[in-house]
């Protein structure tokens, strides 16, 4: 069967989960038989430390340095990665702001980004804002697999479960996810408080027959109605079926050019303990 996920754009950044993040991007490209490309997008140090500008050109210059100390690094382990068997990736870089913006105009031309979550306790995070994957969601527009910064050891796609809503952002996810759920094994859907009231005359279109469509069969898991702290419980329901990849919406709001996210994306961005494949 061949996939409709033709390139694949994944994100580097001087983080220890990086490495990682990169052969799991090479094993999907590989998978799906997709073009890889790698784009290197972090925020320069002076832009992170402009107070330094007004120090003196030394301090300016010393942080130039470790800007290229890093990409070296980066691009070290990129090349150690490339010699594993597997589809190669080309290299990109961009030291251009806002980064989230510079490398969502490159997604524009990718269908399938892969993302790191979010780890505070890394060095190298502060390069890229904490909020650069609901930002690239939203500016870009483009599906993306968010990677654990804890890493990820098994394969991806193998049972995966779809956190259900009747929404466009979960839609789209879902419509995204088709290529991996035609492949998985075992496809389990979570949903809550769905199925109200319709003046519907005729067969329904729902998940179950658009799925169906595309050859997927499905494992329902309803409950009447939506818990107060969904998110844990959505955590707790995927590891009870041993799901490698969760398939989910990506919610919220901007406030004043800030994106202030829904309270179970907050929760699975934060606490996400497997793959997570989100769209907005």
């Known amino acids: 069967m061949t996939s409709p996920i033709r390139t694949i754009l994944v994100h580097l950044d001087p983080t220890a989960a990086t490495p990682r993040r990169l052969a799991l991007a090479r094993e999907l490209a590989g998978a799906h038989g997709a073009q890889l ?3 290197y997008a972090v925020t320069p140090s002076f832009i992170e430390l402009p107070y330094t500008m007004a120090i003196g050109p030394t301090v300016a210059a010393s942080l130039v340095e470790i800007d290229e100390q890093r990409r070296e ?6 090349d150690k990665e490339m010699i594993r068997p597997g589809p190669l990736a080309t ?3 961009t030291d251009d702001v806002p980064t989230e913006g ?3 105009q490159q997604a524009f031309y990718a269908d399938l980004l892969v993302l790191g979550q979010h780890d505070p306790a890394d060095a190298g995070s502060p390069s890229v804002p ?3 994957v609901e930002n690239v969601l939203v500016s870009s527009g483009r599906p993306a697999i968010v990677v654990p910064h804890i890493g990820w050891q098994r394969a991806v796609g193998e049972t995966i479960a779809i956190a259900w809503k009747e929404s466009p952002e979960a839609a789209r996810a879902v419509r995204a996810a088709v290529p991996f759920l035609q492949r998985a094994a075992k496809v389990h859907v979570f949903a809550w408080g ?3 009231a319709s003046r519907l005359v005729g067969p329904p279109l729902d998940l179950e027959r658009y799925l169906l469509a595309h050859g997927v069969h499905v494992t329902w898991h309803r409950e009447e109605s939506e818990p107060p702290r969904i998110g844990e419980l959505l955590l707790s329901r995927v590891f009870d079926v041993g799901a490698d990849l969760l398939v989910m919406g990506c919610y919220g709001h901007s406030r004043a ?9 907050r929760t699975l961005l934060q606490s996400m303990t497997l793959p997570v494949l989100m769209a907005h």
């Open 37 to 39: 490309s790698a784009l």
């Open 130 to 132: 904490p909020d650069f």
């Open 102 to 104: 510079a490398f969502a």
């Open 194 to 196: 769905e199925g109200g």
């Open 91 to 93: 290299w990109s870089q």
């Open 73 to 78: 690094r980066v691009l070290q382990a990129f």
């Open 257 to 265: 050019r800030e994106w202030i996210l829904g309270g179970a994306s």
